[in-house]
């Protein structure tokens, strides 16, 4: 397959990492052919992405957007049919004609697409690091069965990919593996007070130093939360327990990710922030392709600083050590709460420094309970989640 075409499915095409995906794909003709584009309900975004690739397939969650799509790609001629729903999200990841399928919906919405797809056995890039958090073992699982692949996408870890020797990528500790660091910019507020953080906006938060990304992982990269869930994601993907994974603050965001030997080598993997590498890396895998990245200027950029993170002022990381600890559903519990919290938080329902406190009670109040043993039971306590932690909203707000 290394030389022949491709053929996409991209979940999430409206989003960040949709566009960024699209445009590597764009800039690599005949080498990609794109079957299918989802988007949530972005209608106008929808449209103008099938005339411009023109994909067997376009599936949207809402009806009445679905119903517009549908209307106006009649309307400019184009064959793209258009569906609608879970089933059809799950349809186009698992299609036959499929190899490759980005996963790059935000959110536990994410996953029923993420195992279909999985159980298909196909290649899966993986951005939606939720579906991994919240379902790991479920996930993983899906995958062996179904032969599938998992690049990963997410910066940090597709660094750790590249740092790993192959095929010993998922046991890290196998291969001579001490610890693994991953690299966090610090967010919008890595300098800013306790107070200053207390009375934070959305738009503040979602202001990131380095990275152009969607709104909730925005809202997480400032939280912190965000390097929790990649502790997590980092732990299923490579196969080490919580303590031999580390985080390190380094605001330039040119070293992606770190691994440290048994010998005492460090191997780091540097690049521009940029999603398109990470991108480019795993469609091609393992061969290099054009990204549309600008090379990396070492002289331009002078200096590389780290620091370790500090735990008070964002305690999502703590959280997130907890929850993987823990094992058992606290990851999914934690994800759930953090999702309902961050969409309060964008709606201006809920304090910045609240989004911890509503994750912390849910973890207290049902984070011990055993882990979801297939989708249905792990979307059972993605539900009790989040009700527990709406409920854990009116408190804050009151
Ligand atoms: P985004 O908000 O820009 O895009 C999300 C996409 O998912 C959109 O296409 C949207 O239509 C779709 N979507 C949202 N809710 C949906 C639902 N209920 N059902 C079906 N589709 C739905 O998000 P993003 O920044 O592109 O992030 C996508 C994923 O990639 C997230 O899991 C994020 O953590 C991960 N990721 C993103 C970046 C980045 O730089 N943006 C980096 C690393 C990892
Ligand atoms: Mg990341």
Redesign the pocket.
């Known amino acids: 397959m290394q030389h022949g075409s491709r053929t996409l499915t991209i979940?999430?095409?409206?989003?960040?990492?949709?566009?960024?995906t699209l445009d590597v794909v764009a800039r690599h003709p005949g080498r990609y052919r794109v079957f299918a584009l989802?988007?949530?309900?972005?209608a106008d975004?929808?449209v103008a992405l099938c005339l411009r690739h023109a994909p067997r397939y376009a599936v949207l969650?809402e009806p009445a957007a679905a119903q517009e799509v549908r209307a106006r790609l009649a309307a400019a001629g184009s064959a793209t049919e258009v569906l609608c729903g879970?089933a059809a999200?799950e349809q186009v990841a698992a299609d036959p004609e499929v190899d490759t399928v980005m996963?790059?919906?935000?959110?536990a919405?994410?996953l029923g697409?993420a195992v279909a797809a999985a159980r298909a056995g196909k290649r899966i890039l993986l951005?939606?690091?939720?579906?991994l958090v919240m379902a790991g073992e479920v996930f993983l699982h899906a995958c062996r069965e179904g032969g599938a692949t998992v690049l990963p996408?997410?910066?940090e870890h597709n660094a750790v990919f590249q740092c790993l020797p192959a095929g010993q990528r998922t046991g890290a500790a196998a291969a001579g593996v001490r610890r693994i660091l991953l690299t966090a910019s610090g967010g919008p507020f890595r300098r800013a007070s306790a107070a200053e953080m207390a009375l934070a906006t959305p738009e503040q938060a979602c202001a990131h130093p380095n990275?152009?990304?969607?709104?909730?992982?925005?809202v997480?990269s400032a939280t912190m939360m965000?390097k929790g869930?990649e502790l997590i994601e980092a732990s299923y993907l490579f196969g080490l327990p919580e303590a031999r994974l580390d985080v390190l603050v380094h605001p330039q965001s040119i070293v992606h990710s770190m691994v440290e030997y048994e010998d005492g080598s460090m191997l780091a993997q540097l690049g521009n922030p940029d999603?398109r590498t990470?991108i480019a890396h795993a469609l091609a895998h393992p061969e290099r392709i054009d990204s549309g990245v600008a090379p990396l200027s070492l002289t331009a950029i002078g200096r590389l600083e780290f620091e370790a993170p500090d735990l008070q002022r964002f305690p999502c990381l703590g959280l997130a050590r907890q929850a993987l600890r823990g094992g058992g559903a606290a990851p999914c519990v934690l994800n759930a709460a953090n999702e309902v919290a961050v969409a309060a938080f964008l709606e201006r329902a809920l304090r910045f420094t609240d989004i911890a406190r509503v994750a912390d009670a849910a973890l207290q109040a049902i984070g011990s309970r055993a882990a979801g043993a297939d989708v249905d039971e792990v979307r059972d306590i993605d539900r009790e989640a989040r009700a527990c932690a709406r409920g854990q909203l009116t408190r804050c707000t009151a």
């Open positions: 979940l999430g095409a409206t989003g960040s990492i949709g566009a960024s989802t988007a949530h309900r972005q975004a929808l969650g879970q999200l996963a790059a919906i935000v959110g919405a994410g697409a951005a939606n690091k939720e579906s996408i997410d910066s990275w152009s990304m969607g709104r909730k992982i925005s997480d965000n869930l999603m990470p």
